[in-house]
């Protein structure tokens, strides 16, 4: 059995980064990829947790990281089955219930980070205020994926929502309310 922190290659390489230096960016913070609990049940506020249908619909959810410090977080959504599971979308599930398709895949939720700003709002003068190892993430994800801190965070936003906002939304309404996979999309940020 491998000890690697989840099945994709790219989420171990950030893990290793993160489990020397974890103050990477504001409200970030990695958990047990896929921790089982009922998050998803309860943000939802879906009765019949136990029902085998909705279990496996949940299932397709994989949280691995917090996105705030007010519990909102992260999770890769399973829409295929492709073999390639660093090109899931990735949903932020917020602590308001906001629900949002922030990026197309692991490598933009990256450049998300690299704005060290839980809502990926660009230099509002609080440089002061970076996260304590932001900088040498910085280096890290240039040196790693050859990647930088994005021009324009909404794009990737706007781009992921484009691309998967219909889908997810379509794929919540089977098991959720036409509220939440309605406000899909309408990106909160």
Not at 130 to 151: E, I, Q
Request: net charge negative.
């Amino acid at each position: 059995m491998s000890d690697a922190y989840s099945p994709i290659p790219e989420l171990n390489l950030l893990r290793e980064f993160y489990d020397r230096q974890p103050a990477i960016s504001d409200g970030f913070e990695m958990y047990e990829y896929g921790q089982p609990d009922d998050a998803f049940v309860h943000w939802f506020d879906i009765p019949g947790a136990r029902d085998p249908e909705l279990a496996g619909h949940l299932a397709r959810l994989v949280p691995f990281a917090q996105a705030s410090g007010s519990g909102s977080f992260y999770a890769l959504w399973r829409c295929d089955d492709r073999a390639d599971l660093a090109t899931l979308p990735v949903i932020r599930f917020g602590d308001e219930g906001d629900l949002d398709v922030i990026a197309s895949g692991l490598r933009e939720l990256f450049r998300l980070l690299a704005v060290d700003d839980e809502w990926y709002m660009l230099d509002d003068g609080a440089a002061d205020e970076r996260s304590t190892d932001h900088a040498d993430y910085l280096v890290w994800l240039r040196r790693t994926f050859g990647l930088t801190r994005p021009d324009d965070p909404q794009a990737i936003i706007n781009t992921a929502t484009a691309e998967y906002g219909c889908q997810f939304a379509d794929w919540l309404r089977q098991f959720a309310s036409a509220e939440i996979a309605d406000s899909v999309l309408e990106p909160s940020f």
